[in-house]
């Protein structure tokens, strides 16, 4: 079982009506030491979906009941984070042209090569990894911004704005050595080596860019 501090295991999701294209698509990827799981519908998949789900969505984009493209867009309601590669026939390229644009990953057309599936699902595994690692240090910021005070949180901002010491002291009305006091608290709270550094983390940082970006 993976520890608290453990990323998840990467599983390949499966969904599609075509069983016999789920199975070659498992045979496939379990004999490249991929993890799979497999679901014959998109309402299978969204009864088992869970937000901490990690690797990435082999979706087709056709399907009885609720379409690919249906899922597609319920995940993005919830902000799911899974990278998605759509399977599509000729006549559906358009359409998943169209789905690149809100945010899916690629898009494969059948027939397809082993080795052009393979290609992509080693992409969406990296951009999946690359995802969830930014957000596990957005947290990590945001755990980190929450023990400041509001007088620390306002010297921040104006350090973040570019505002030397003499004129966040004059900006809030307190001396210089006060300044450099509450300076030397958010650097040490942030855990920052280096005023770039401090910048970098909180500029950054998803969850804390709406607060000092107007």
């Known amino acids: 079982m993976n520890g608290p501090s453990e990323a998840p295991e990467q599983t390949i999701y499966i969904v599609d009506d075509d069983e016999a294209l789920r199975d070659s698509l498992v045979w496939l990827l379990e004999s490249n030491r991929y993890r799979v799981a497999q679901f014959p519908s998109a309402e299978a998949f969204l009864a088992a979906y869970h937000p901490d789900m990690a690797g990435c969505l082999v979706l087709d984009v056709r399907m009885p009941?609720?379409?690919?493209?249906?899922?597609?867009?319920?995940?993005?309601?919830?902000?799911?984070?899974?990278?998605?590669?759509f399977i599509t026939g000729h006549g559906d390229v358009p359409m998943a042209v169209s789905v690149l644009k809100k945010g899916a990953v690629d898009f494969i057309e059948k027939p397809f090569s082993d080795r052009d599936m393979l290609q992509l699902i080693e992409h969406c595994l990296a951009t999946e990894r690359e995802s969830r690692s930014r957000l596990r240090q957005d947290a990590v910021v945001a755990r980190r911004l929450d023990q400041l005070t509001q007088r620390e949180m306002e010297v921040l901002e104006l350090i973040i704005a570019g505002r030397l010491n003499k004129q966040i002291a004059d900006d809030l009305g307190i001396s210089i050595k006060t300044v450099e006091v509450h300076r030397a608290r958010v650097m040490e709270k942030m855990e920052a080596n280096s005023l770039a550094e401090l910048v970098q983390s909180v500029m950054t940082c998803e969850a804390a860019r709406g607060r000092f970006v107007t």
């Open 65 to 85: 009941g609720m379409s690919g493209l249906e899922l597609y867009e319920c995940l993005r309601d919830r902000h799911a984070t899974l990278p998605v590669v």
